[in-house]
Nanobody
Framework: QVQLVESGGGLVQPGGSLRLSCAAS????????MGWYRQAPGKERELVAS???????NYADSVKGRFTISRDNTKNTVWLQMNSLKPEDTAVYYC???????????????WGQGTQVTVSS
């Protein structure tokens, strides 16, 4: 029932910007946290940014000062504003949510399908 729908990926030049969005839909009781991960070919998946229900945010060192995560709890939506993009930001970006489905009390991780971000001149 629950799914995460991502959008906003694409091809941009170095120094450009992209804004990713992710909306959690379905029968959801609560969401503890939402965030973004990325995985480049040949590399491990890494946390890019996360946002808890209490408003705390966390960023990977490689994106601090360039990326901003924001969240609208009323819409179960999270965004990732990516500025000053670098070629090394090229990866598949995945939305993640730690949430409790409405019909259970069990905290579960859900993942989006991934969206490709390519930074190249």
């Amino acid at each position: 029932q629950v799914q995460l729908v991502e959008s906003g990926g694409g091809l941009v030049q170095p120094g450009g910007s992209l804004r990713l969005s992710c909306a959690a839909s379905g029968s959801i009781f609560s969401i503890n946290a939402m965030g973004w991960y990325r995985q480049a070919p040949g590399k491990e998946r890494e946390l890019v940014a996360s946002s808890t229900s209490g408003g705390s945010t966390n960023y990977a060192d490689s994106v601090k000062g360039r990326f901003t995560i924001s969240r609208d709890n009323t819409k179960n939506t999270v965004w990732l504003q990516m500025n000053s993009l670098k070629p090394e930001d090229t990866a598949v970006y995945y939305c993640n949510a730690a949430l409790r489905p409405f019909d259970t009390a069990v905290l579960q991780d859900y993942w989006g399908q991934g969206t490709q971000v390519t930074v190249s001149s």
